[in-house]
């Protein structure tokens, strides 16, 4: 069973930083692409930040030179630095990766239980 698993999220004063992590485990025989997602009360969840198994990025504009992805492919893992914190970035922050389980040939997509950041102004 294919699990991802973030954590790093938390409360931090507007202007402050958090790196979230994620890792994916179980029976994977591949992962292509990952990314951060996140949703705020109330708003529909919304692309964050991707990263292609090659290193290549795609940021939203709301983000973009705040954030900084990258990956570890030997870890399995996909982190989210975030500079310069504003209380609009305050939301639950998901994991998602495209996955190819050991059970299959087939790609499908993975989500982590979510991780909270709250930032205060």
């Known amino acids: 069973q294919v699990q991802l698993v973030e954590s790093g999220g938390g409360l931090v004063q507007a202007g402050g930083s958090l790196r979230l992590s994620c890792t994916a485990s179980?029976?994977?025989?591949?992962?292509?692409?990952m990314g951060w997602y996140r949703q705020a009360p109330g708003k529909r969840r919304e692309l964050v930040a991707t990263?292609?198994?090659?290193?290549?990025?795609n940021y939203a504009d709301s983000v973009k030179g705040r954030f900084a992805i990258s990956r570890d492919n030997a870890e399995k893992t996909v982190y989210l630095q975030m500079n310069s914190l504003i209380p609009e970035d305050t939301g639950v922050y998901y994991c998602?990766?495209?996955?190819?389980?050991?059970?299959?040939?087939?790609?499908?997509?993975?989500w982590g239980q979510g991780t909270q950041v709250t930032v205060s102004s």
């Open positions: 179980g029976s994977i025989r591949s992962i292509n692409g």
């Open positions: 998602n990766a495209n996955i190819m389980p050991v059970s299959s040939y087939i790609w499908r997509d993975y």
């Open positions: 990263i292609t198994i090659n290193g290549i990025t």
